[in-house]
């Protein structure tokens, strides 16, 4: 391996950067005194695929575990026994620890309440070695909440209700994760629309630089495809990073992680937006670890094979891999790459990330717009994707409880003169339902459907009514859809119904003049 020729790569391509070479970083002390002598604190370190372990176990204390979390360990040596020429080898460890070294950019800190701590559990007869180590605190990360981000449990409850473990918990208004019962899958990371669940060793910002990096144009290894790898909620990136099979081929390149529930229909679009040929999804053979956890993420790529289709893109680039230990679903899946050719993406660059709003709406917009889909209609999606809102005028009453608990503001009451109209905004919309489930006149349905031609353009007004003048003082008092069912319910009960057309103040003002010429009498 000349890794000369990797470190100037990386040098060149980060400047500043500095690259160690070191030897047997896997016997203890080695690495310690390595980073001591030469004044660094490694980032990346590409080692041989057994040094994550060993760190790990190395970390007997919650800061000691935090240091090990800031480094991800790149498999450099087993890439030596990859089918292809030097150069072709050389040339997918520069990729391997340049993605790995703009992931880790992203890396911001591992805070007290992301960590918890195991202990192993007796089976059988143990050695008194193995009854100390079981003493010893094992640790793993986990998402936390982001509070001044969360939007609170009296608004949105969509984390709480993707969580396949019921770890999510509500306590008043405030959303919490339960470390002890969070398993890590990620799940509630790809579904927050306030990007407030944060998983501090596999966030979406460093999911995208990896991505970034693994499909920076080179020349070579193309087409490039991504496997998105779960490697089951450990620490941090990296137990074997650089390769699912011994006899992979090398323009496929791993995406660690923790759990394949964390796959999102954005994060496959994304990865075909940077210059992705294939994206492969690479899952085990006897099924999720996760009970239930895959029926959410084959619902991302459906809906990602769909919206492909629409751009005129093959759906068969993306495919979901049994892992049974050999490399043979991966071989035919890169050779039906090979013979589809390039997208159309390739002709275009990135889109720009949008940091307001659900990151999937802006994407499908840029890519529909960039790929010239011409079609005026939606795309079928699940629950938790996108939704359109359909209101029923002859029920609504504008009573606004749909718009106080949407939980991304898709919907909106707006009162401008005489008028009360209920604003819908398809792009903000993820289908969550909660509109629909608290309406008390059932006046509402939810497609869960996405429709590109309607993402960019401004909210559509889809009910409108009336504002009902005080008798009194001409102040607005209520919309007259309201009103009015409530003057047919009073009719029917042989009611007054000339209240409903008094504004509060004088209501006040009438009644004190009462009780005032009451007390003159």
Same mark, same amino acid.
């Given at each position: ?31 310690? !005194? ?9 980032? &990346? ?307 720009? &990330? ?38 029923? /005028? ?14 991304? /503001? ?63 003082? /001409? ?35 009438? !009644? ?10």
């Amino acid at each position: 391996m000349p890794l000369g020729e990797v470190s100037r790569f990386l040098e060149q391509r980060w400047p500043g950067l500095r690259v160690v070479l070191g030897d047997r970083l896997c016997e203890p002390g080695v690495l310690a !005194r390595l980073v001591s002598e030469q004044g660094v604190k490694p980032a &990346v370190i590409g080692a041989c695929p057994e040094l994550r372990s060993k760190l790990i176990s190395w970390a007997e204390t919650e800061d000691s575990f935090a240091e090990v979390c800031s480094m991800s360990v790149v498999d450099v040596v087993g890439q030596v026994s990859l089918p292809g020429s030097r150069s072709e080898l050389a040339e997918r460890v520069k990729l391997l620890l340049w993605s790995r070294a703009r992931r880790q950019s992203k890396f911001g800190g591992l805070p007290g309440e992301s960590v918890k701590a195991q202990f192993s559990r007796p089976q059988g007869k143990m050695s008194r070695r193995e009854l100390f180590e079981m003493l010893v605190p094992r640790y793993q990360v986990v998402p936390y909440i982001q509070r001044q981000r969360c939007a609170g449990a009296a608004t949105c409850r969509i984390c709480r209700e993707v969580c396949p473990f019921g770890a999510i918990v509500i306590d008043g208004t405030v959303v919490s994760v339960d470390r002890l019962a969070c398993r890590g899958c990620g799940a509630c990371v790809a579904v927050c629309p306030y990007e407030a669940v944060v998983y501090p060793t596999f966030s979406l910002d460093q999911l995208e630089s990896e991505l970034e990096g693994l499909l920076v144009e080179m020349g070579t290894l193309e087409p490039r495809i991504v496997a998105v790898t779960c490697r089951g909620g450990m620490c941090s990136p990296g137990d074997a990073a650089g390769s699912i099979g011994r006899e992979d081929p090398l323009n496929v390149l791993p995406l660690e992680v923790p759990c394949l529930s964390m796959v999102s229909c954005w994060l496959l679009l994304r990865a075909f937006d940077m210059g992705a040929q294939g994206v492969a999804l690479v899952a085990a053979s006897d099924g999720c670890q996760f009970d239930g956890a895959s029926a959410r993420w084959l619902r991302e790529v459906e809906l990602a094979r769909r919206l492909l289709e629409r751009w005129g893109i093959e759906p068969g680039r993306i495919e979901v891999l049994d892992w049974d230990g050999s490399s043979g679903s991966v071989k035919r899946f890169a050779q039906e790459i090979r013979g589809m050719g390039p997208t159309r993406l390739r002709e275009y660059r990135p889109a720009a &990330v949008v940091d307001e709003g659900p990151a999937l709406a802006g994407l499908v917009l840029s890519l529909d717009t960039r790929l010239g889909a011409s079609q005026v209609g939606s795309v079928p999606c699940g629950r938790m994707q996108a939704g359109y809102v359909i209101v029923d /005028g002859t029920q609504c009453t504008a009573c606004g409880l749909c718009a106080s608990d949407c939980p991304t /503001g898709a919907l909106r009451w707006v009162a401008e003169g005489d008028s009360w109209s209920l604003l819908f905004d398809h792009a903000l919309c993820v289908g969550c339902g909660q509109c629909v489930e608290v309406c008390p006149e059932g006046c509402l349905k939810l497609d869960n459907v996405i429709a590109p031609d309607k993402l960019g353009g401004p909210a559509e007004v889809v009910f409108g009514t009336g504002m009902v003048k005080c008798r009194e003082c /001409g102040a607005a008092v209520a919309p007259e859809a309201m009103v009015g069912r409530l003057r047919s319910k009073l009719a029917a009960a042989h009611g007054q119904t000339w209240q409903l057309e008094i504004c509060g103040a004088c209501k006040l003002k009438i !009644r004190s003049g009462r009780e005032a010429g009451v007390s003159g009498a």
